[in-house]
Nanobody, 126 residues
Framework: HVQLVESGGESVQAGGSLRLSCVAS????????MGWFRQAPGKEHEGVAI???????SVADSVKGRFTISKDNAKNTLYLQLNSLKTEDTAMYYC?????????????????????WGQGTQVTVS
């Protein structure tokens, strides 16, 4: 099994920055692409960013130029740098992994259907 544990969410003022982290453990050799999605109350989940095993990334248009996804393979840690935060970025942010070996483009086209995710970390922007 793969376990994902997020951290770094907190309350910040608009215009501020945060860095979310996600540590993967367990059968990490089964992980292909990793990414972040978010869900605000009463809204559908929204794919935010994704990175594949080669380091190629894709970021949603709504956060492009403000959010950056990266990873440290040696630490089995995924990051999401959030800059120039807006009130509409308020949501629970989930770290997620694909265990089916799917291509990054396929996952993006399918709307980020990850099959493993963590418990989430809350980001509140006011």
């Amino acid at each position: 099994h793969v376990q994902l544990v997020e951290s770094g969410g907190e309350s910040v003022q608009a215009g501020g920055s945060l860095r979310l982290s996600c540590v993967a453990s367990g059968a990490t050799q089964d992980i292909g692409c990793m990414g972040w999605f978010r869900q605000a109350p009463g809204k559908e989940h929204e794919g935010v960013a994704i990175i594949d095993s080669s380091g190629r990334t894709s970021v949603a248009d709504s956060v492009k130029g403000r959010f950056t996804i990266s990873k440290d393979n040696a630490k089995n840690t995924l990051y999401l740098q959030l800059n120039s935060l807006k009130t509409e970025d308020t949501a629970m942010y989930y770290c997620a992994a694909d265990l089916l070996g799917r291509h990054l483009d396929t996952i993006v086209q399918m709307g980020f259907p990850f099959n493993r995710w963590g418990q989430g970390t809350q980001v509140t922007v006011s």
